[in-house]
């Protein structure tokens, strides 16, 4: 992958998070999501790639734009799997809470999982705990294993949990073993990769949510050096037959980092929308938005947070006008 596409998919969720956050708060999710999806389409028609959805907003019927099998980019360049997430919160946004973000993930063709559209056991960490923890082990093993990889004491320690009553026991476990949570409304991407830094307070995700995420997530936390493992929970027949048909022989399995995300080299992209631990949210001011991002490399490790100021009747859509 060339290293200038690392600012090209920056522009990309720019422009998304743009569009969305002028939604923010009036309780209207499926139009922030609409406005998202529609500016991120239009500019990935400027970049220089060949890039095939894998991970979007559904299938081709369900979706007019970023379906699963679309061609993104305007040709040329390398060919990329393409996983998008064009406002990962649309309930934050509808309700102007914390850490809604605009994101994109890519890797080389066939080297992201094409996850079905369902739930997915998940366990993230940051660098120092890789390694370290099971998705089968037991609550208190993990937080024990993280504890001793940050020197740390349990008590020390902050868990993040969707808050949703499938995770009563994890909750309840987590809390035995005398470590914090954070329960948060929505937003399991966010809270995954922020269990990578230091001053996001976060230090593990536990729980179920969204699979699609969960290997978004995955592209992140490997450019970070973290770690996501992830278990498909098809709750019937029909979500069990999409894993085989998806290419998931065995929807039980546990899916480690070589399993989400493979070969040496990915990119991960995200703008904040609103306001989070990591990212600032958009701002307005007259024909002024400024943005801030977040944009990654597995293969050189660098990780870059830019901050941009965009004069927006110079470009409509974030497009140049010719």
Not at 269 to 292: C, H, I, N, P, Y
Request: some cysteine.
């Amino acid at each position: 992958m060339e290293r200038s596409l690392t600012m090209e998919l920056v522009r990309v969720t720019e422009a998304a998070a743009l569009a969305s956050a002028r939604w923010m708060g009036r309780g209207m999710k499926d139009e922030a999501d609409e406005a998202a999806t529609t500016a991120m389409r239009t500019v990935f028609d400027t970049v220089p790639m060949q890039g095939t959805v894998v991970i979007g907003e559904g299938e081709m019927d369900e979706a007019p734009m970023l379906y699963i099998g679309e061609d993104l980019g305007m040709g040329g360049g390398p060919e990329l799997d393409v996983a998008v997430d064009p406002l990962e919160g649309t309930n934050i946004v509808a309700k102007g809470t914390w850490n809604a973000l605009s994101v994109i993930a890519v890797a080389e063709k066939g080297n992201l999982l094409h996850a079905p559209d369902m739930y997915m056991d998940k366990i993230a960490v940051g660098p120092a705990a890789v390694g370290r923890v099971d998705i089968d082990a037991p609550v208190k093993d993990n937080l024990k294993a993280v504890a001793h990889a940050l020197n740390r004491d349990v008590t020390d320690l902050v868990a993040v949990i969707l808050d949703r009553d499938r995770h009563s026991k994890i909750v309840e476990d987590v809390r035995e073993a005398g470590a914090r949570i954070k329960l948060i409304s929505d937003g399991d991407v966010a809270a995954a990769i922020n269990t990578a830094f230091d001053d996001t307070g976060v230090d593990i995700l536990f729980g179920s949510g969204g699979a699609p995420e969960g290997v978004i997530a995955a592209v992140a936390l490997k450019c970070l050096g973290g770690e996501l493992q992830g278990r498909l929970l098809p709750q019937t027949q029909e979500e069990y037959d999409r894993c085989l048909r998806m290419g998931v022989t065995n929807p039980s399995q546990v899916l480690r980092m070589e399993d989400l995300v493979r070969g040496d080299d990915c990119i991960f992209a995200a703008t904040g929308v609103t306001d989070g631990e990591l990212l600032r949210g958009v701002r307005f001011k007259g024909s002024m938005g400024t943005t801030q991002s977040i944009v990654m490399r597995a293969k050189s490790g660098t990780v870059r947070f830019i901050n941009a100021d965009h004069r927006l009747e110079k470009k409509p859509n974030m497009v140049i006008k010719s």
